[in-house]
């Protein structure tokens, strides 16, 4: 196979790359921020709350991704340019599957460990502070880590609109070199690089988590 377009085109990968890697770092930022509140949510007794926060999670796991972008980016009342469209929409839909996550997490702390807080005199919420939140982190952070990785891959569906990521720039690379399957290629390998090399990190990283509990 001719990857000879590359001497000419890389800088679309290199660019589309960073994109990326941008846009999945924000969309799980800005949805670590609303997966919190909604596990919160999910975990309080106020059944109001917690039908919102359940019910937006179902509908968010229930439908497509693609759905959810093209309703907001055509959907709304105001106009929104692709790019903030695009962090828009994985956030939301990310937000709800770091809810689960979260909470997820939190759920599998030992339930004697929040009898044994409270049985020597903390209150609910030093407890959750102290003892249970400290060792959800533990479950919680590898998880972060492959919802990061997912949504580098789902990303890529961002292209339908416009976002300048690297599935769309390999797109224009495919449209200017009339070459319809090798730049598909070169955005495979480099997906493949992110995702594999940021797997290794994250089995690294929580390898060191670990280290404390043996012992
Ligand atoms: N491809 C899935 C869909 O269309 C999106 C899954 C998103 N997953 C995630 N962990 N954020 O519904």
Redesign the pocket.
């Known amino acids: 196979m001719d990857f000879s377009f590359l001497s000419k085109y890389y800088m679309f990968f290199l660019i589309g790359v960073r994109n990326t890697i941008l846009l999945a770092a924000f969309s799980v930022f800005f949805g670590t921020i609303l997966g919190v509140f909604l596990a919160l949510m999910k975990i309080c007794k106020n059944k109001f709350l917690k039908s919102i926060a359940s019910a937006y999670i179902e509908f968010i796991?229930g439908?497509?991704?693609?759905v959810q972008l093209l309703i907001i980016y055509f959907g709304l009342p105001f106009n929104i340019p692709e790019i903030p469209a695009g962090v828009i929409a994985l956030s939301l839909?990310?937000g709800?599957?770091i809810a689960e996550i979260i909470r997820a997490g939190i759920e599998a702390v030992d339930y004697g460990q929040m009898e044994a807080a409270r049985s020597l005199g903390m209150p609910y919420s030093m407890a959750m502070k102290y003892i249970i939140i400290p060792q959800a982190f533990k479950n919680i952070l590898p998880a972060l880590g492959n919802?990061f990785i997912?949504?580098i891959k789902?990303s890529a569906?961002v292209s339908v609109i416009g976002v300048p990521e690297l599935m769309y720039n390999a797109d224009t690379v495919r449209g200017n070199t009339f070459r319809a399957f090798a730049p598909l290629i070169i955005a495979a390998m480099l997906y493949f690089v992110l995702t594999f090399t940021l797997s290794k990190v994250l089995r690294m990283a929580e390898r060191r988590l670990k280290a404390s509990d043996q012992g």
């Not at 439908?63 to 693609?66: D, G």
Request: glycine share 0%.
């Open positions: 796991r439908t497509p991704l693609l839909n990310s709800a599957y919802e997912t949504i789902e569906i």
